[in-house]
């Protein structure tokens, strides 16, 4: 078998990207990120957007922040010093969590619109880390930058919510696609910093269809340097719609899946949905990723 064709082959993750902002989801994404970081031996590069959107709502009349004990009308300035303040903070923390992880890191802030700048910085990473929700000045979002990468992107991404640690086994599809190929690898990667335990769920209507699939990944491991050390395991489930995933998430609380995208029929409302319904971190892979 072609090396570049093996199921499996490692994904060298040397850049990964993290959007932050004051949200716990984004708290937990940097979290993940410095610990991925720390695995694979990658640099995370946090992100910081100041928003074009909201500093061109404060030139109207109607621009008030309305909160819990007191209201107050947006002005340019402030937001311009809340802006200031937020990356500062932002930039602390990143030190903070980088340097207890022992990682090389950066920071950098940008003015544009949220997800143009996301979407962007994207193309240069190797992996992208996003809290599932996030917060701008006047509320808390509904994963709006989240469903924008899913639907816009083409890069490799991890999705997950606050208080979430990943936990092993990691989970992955394969299907014998390439794509489901290149997330084998980066399942195997991912379970560097979760315990070295891969657990691949296997879609097919016959024993021998799936014992034929198992046996290829197991081939290419024997052919992998440094998989010594790795635990596979194997399951047969009977479909990989979304639906049928639900079902099988729900009862793998926590643990993280990476998913490739052909799976669904990279159909972005399809794989939305299934973002939606579980509360696993979910590590979504799809032709294209960095571009160099």
Known sequence: MNPEDRPGKPVRVRRILVPLDESAHSRAAL????????????????????????????RYPFAWEIGIYRSRRLSRDEVERDFRTQAERLRQMMALTAA???????????RGRVISEILEQTASADL??????????????????????????????????????????????????ELSGLALGAAVDLSLAVGRKTEILIPADTESAYQKLRDRVLSAASETPGSEGLHLRFRRIR???????????????????VLPADAL?????VILDLISRVHNPILLVRQGGKKS
Not at 100 to 110: A, G, H, L
Request: proline fraction near 3%; hydrophobic fraction near 40%; include cysteine.
């Open 239 to 257: 479909t990989n719609t979304a639906a049928g995933l639900v079902t099988v998430m729900q009862a793998e609380y926590r643990r993280p899946l």
């Open 31 to 58: 979290e993940a990120a410095a610990h991925l970081a720390s695995a694979l031996g990658s640099e995370i590069s946090g992100l910081y957007v100041e928003d074009a959107d909201l500093l061109e709502f404060c």
């Open 265 to 269: 029929d990279s159909d972005p409302q």
């Open 128 to 177: 992208t880390v996003i809290g599932r929700l996030g917060r701008s000045l006047l509320q808390s979002s509904t994963g709006s930058t989240v469903r924008r990468l899913v639907e816009e992107g083409s890069a490799m991404i991890l999705i997950l919510g606050r208080g979430l640690r990943m936990v092993s086994p990691v989970l992955t599809l394969y299907t014998g696609s």
């Open 100 to 110: 207890q992880s022992r990682v090389s890191w950066n920071f950098s802030v940008r």
